[in-house]
């Protein structure tokens, strides 16, 4: 999911910058976003992570239900400003999640990767709740630098049974 969740962040800041079309980005969102949901509800309901198993469910579904949106809202032309509210409040989820990682579970470096994505949320939710456009250049090196830092990166060095610091 990891891997998944850098891609559609590559593509959308690279739709951000206007490089790519609404009519190709949104089949990205929108399909990544359903893996993500099957993934989620099963690693919720196996504990396949362990103790962390309910807070990384979470920020899947967190994160999946906004590609899914922004799939539809791409696909129909919807103006997303209810995708950028429903941001908003990705952002405290996030703190709160980092907050958790780091005091429930030790796990300092995801609790860096949470206060990361609260930032991504804020960006997104400027852009889409209030029409903060001015800052899609910005957010969209941000998305670039998130899935690499906090995605790929990190999926890489598990991939080869790295732990993650």
Partial sequence: ILVLYAA????????????????????????????AIVCA????????????????ATLLLVFAVVFVMMGINLATGLDGKAMGYYCLYGVPVCLIWAYTFYTSLGAVTYAIFCVAWAILFGLFSGILAFNKERWAGFTAFYCFMAAFVTLLIPASLSFNGIPVP
């Fill in 8 to 35: 559609v962040l590559v593509v959308n800041g690279c739709f951000l910058l206007a490089k790519v079309e609404a009519k190709s980005v949104w089949p990205v969102n929108f399909i990544i976003g359903l893996i």
């Fill in 41 to 56: 509800v099963y690693i919720g309901l196996t504990q396949s992570q362990g103790d962390a198993s309910v807070f990384v």
